[in-house]
């Protein structure tokens, strides 16, 4: 009944959740659409440009049917990519309104429909992440201003209502912001690249459970897939967040101090 | 001895509440990246509230929430918060432009020891620290004033005031430290009104409601005009007139008996106690009937769903060292109380 060996950390790519988050048109979908054995849920237009396999979705009782056939096995898709996260939110909140007869989740008093919608999204999602296929999750980006103790800053965030943020945050194993970084070119003029940043900082929301990324990345699955490969480049983020910064613009490359653990304070506690 | 831990009643009433909630704050030192603007309204009126029972200056107490909200001319949240600031401040003023206390002491802090009640040892491992909002006189007994904003005032708040374990602690600590007896507690409730400034309607809203009047004249005609956006000036001389109304400031008076400063003794010690073995053996279970005691999702809900995610720490939280409301208090702390309890 109880365990007799450890579980080992994920190794492999087809084990992750990740959430992938960007603007539009740098390449979300073209990156994600290269991992192995990929399957799309298009709950948006977008991938006519791309060979993929697909199912287009265009109600939260179709993306529960996608992964009710998901679910059965009898597929040979190895990772399934939600396309975007955002409009599965959208389908899933009119689903619940259209199931409690409400034009809005706010129809319903102290919070009740803004609940019910997030329970619902959550289980789905959760559900989705519990099957043994990797889970990528699209949105796309967007600043906001955040005000903390110590002033405002603008942040990049995916494009999801606060409270589902949290739970997508919350349930994935990598966070991965898709930017443009400028640096010089071969002819010494500043050049864009396109690239994924896995790392926390005060600009952006990223995130690498695994610790196994490094902090950017080239915005190529095969690089990506390269890099995840190769092993930890740090060991695995623990609980002590670093203190915050002025706000910077969208790209910018100062990232936070790497989170260390707090010990508990042991040896404090012989002494009452 | 190694130095000893500051702790405040903060901390031994979240850690009462939820250890799991203490442990996020008070070990690891966490605090919301985002900052909880039902906070920030209360600290922004203490502030007030402290220069005007100093000063009784209107103008330099307006003056701190104009300040404070600098941008409201852009920012829709700041606008909000002085409005309802700005009004609630001028109906406490005008509601007790006389005052039968004597202001002694205003935000003063304090420092003390938390006394073993079996042998009258101080703990070796904590020292509790705080800050009263005041120090009144009344006749000739002492009070503490402690300043409270509330989203209204009902009975179950009303009889919660006489469970306020904040308010025992800092009466026994007060009394130790400056030697005043504290005959009780002078709650003094401000209530924020639910106002709204009315954003009026647009040019379309307007024919919509129109149409739909004309659609049930019997004479197909309409008086109705455009509601035009409330102005400032209106919107501040409604919420004049809602401060004016009885209920929404109220006084109560407390009284705390002796008995009650032995049952803190014992409580604060166990509470000790407790928190050691937590960290001893550093277990710090989570109480789910927590989660949502005020109406709002604790802080620190999103980590404990998500198992303390990585992810969602890095993210959302940022780390602070603990008791912040101590470090906003005048330099000016007094010599532990207790100090002469010792082995």
């Known amino acids: ?272 | 001895m190694s130095e000893r831990m500051t702790t405040t009643y903060s901390m031994w009433n979240l850690f009462r509440n939820c250890r799991k909630a203490a442990h996020w704050r008070y070990v690891l030192e966490l605090v919301p990246l985002e900052k909880d603007r039902h906070l920030s309204f209360g600290s922004l009126m203490h502030e007030c509230l402290e220069v005007w029972h100093r000063s009784r200056d209107l103008a330099a107490a307006l003056d701190i929430i104009d300040r404070a909200c600098a941008k409201r001319a852009q920012d829709e949240e700041q606008r909000r918060v002085w409005h309802l600031a700005t009004a609630m401040l001028r109906g406490y003023a005008g509601r007790y432009a006389t005052e039968d206390f004597e202001v002694l002491e205003l935000e003063k802090a304090f420092e003390g020891e938390i006394i073993n009640p079996e042998t009258a040892a101080p703990s070796r491992s904590f020292i509790l620290a705080g800050k009263v909002d005041g120090i009144v006189r009344i006749g000739d007994e002492h009070f503490l004033l402690e300043h409270k904003t509330a989203a209204g005032i009902d009975a179950g708040y009303l009889e919660r005031l006489w469970t306020d374990f904040q308010i025992t602690v800092y009466a026994y600590y007060v009394e130790r430290a400056l030697g005043i007896r504290v005959a009780g507690v002078l709650y003094n409730v401000l209530v924020k009104a639910r106002l709204q400034q009315s954003e009026g309607e647009t040019e379309e809203e307007f024919e919509a409601r129109r149409a739909e009047l004309l659609a049930k004249s019997k004479t197909g005609k309409s008086s109705a005009r455009r509601r035009l956006p409330e102005s400032d000036d209106e919107f501040q001389a409604r919420l004049a007139a809602k401060y004016a109304e009885p209920e929404m400031f109220h006084r109560e008076m407390l009284y705390i008996s002796r008995d009650q400063f032995n049952t803190l003794r014992a409580e604060l010690w166990e509470l000790t106690q407790a928190f050691l073995d937590a960290r001893r053996r550093d277990v710090w279970y989570q109480n789910t009937s927590f989660c949502f005691q005020y109406g709002r999702p604790c802080p620190y809900f999103a980590l404990c769903r998500s198992g303390g995610s990585p992810n969602v720490l890095e993210n959302f939280y940022e780390r602070r060292p603990p008791h912040e409301e101590l470090r906003a208090a005048d330099a000016e702390s007094v010599s532990p109380a207790g100090a002469n309890e010792t082995f």
């Open chain 1, 1 to 272: 009944m109880l365990p007799t060996e450890k579980t080992p950390p994920k190794a492999s790519l087809s084990d992750l959740t990740v959430l992938a988050y960007g603007p539009s048109k740098i390449g979300k979908s073209t990156f994600c659409s290269e991992a192995e054995g990929a399957l799309f849920l298009a709950t948006e237009a977008g991938l006519n440009n791309l060979d993929v396999y697909q199912v287009p979705i265009a109600t939260w009782e179709e993306l529960l049917n996608a992964c009710k056939a998901l679910a059965e096995g009898k597929h040979a898709f190895k990772t399934v990519i939600l396309d975007t996260v955002d409009n599965a939110y959208r389908m899933c909140a009119e689903h619940m309104c259209q199931k409690f007869k409400i034009e809005h989740e706010s129809d319903l008093g102290y919070g009740k429909g803004y609940a019910l919608v997030n329970n619902e999204f959550y289980r789905v999602l959760n559900k989705l992440a519990l099957q043994p296929y990797g889970l990528f999750l699209i949105s796309h980006s967007q600043e906001r201003e955040i005000e903390t103790r110590t002033g405002k800053l603008t942040r990049v965030v995916p494009t999801l209502p606060e409270k589902a943020r949290k739970i997508v945050i919350g349930m994935v194993d990598v966070i991965l912001f898709c930017d443009l970084e400028v640096g010089p070119g071969p002819d010494g003029k500043p050049v864009q690249k396109r690239v994924l940043r896995s790392k926390p900082n005060v600009n952006y929301d990223a995130g690498d459970r695994t610790g196994r990324l490094p902090e950017t990345i080239d915005l190529d699955f095969a690089k990506f897939a390269a890099a995840f490969a190769q092993g930890p480049t740090a060991p695995a983020a623990a609980p002590s967040p670093a203190p915050m910064a002025p706000a910077a613009s969208v790209g910018a490359q100062t990232a936070a101090p790497k989170l260390t653990t707090n010990a508990p304070a042991k040896a404090q506690a012989a002494g009452r």
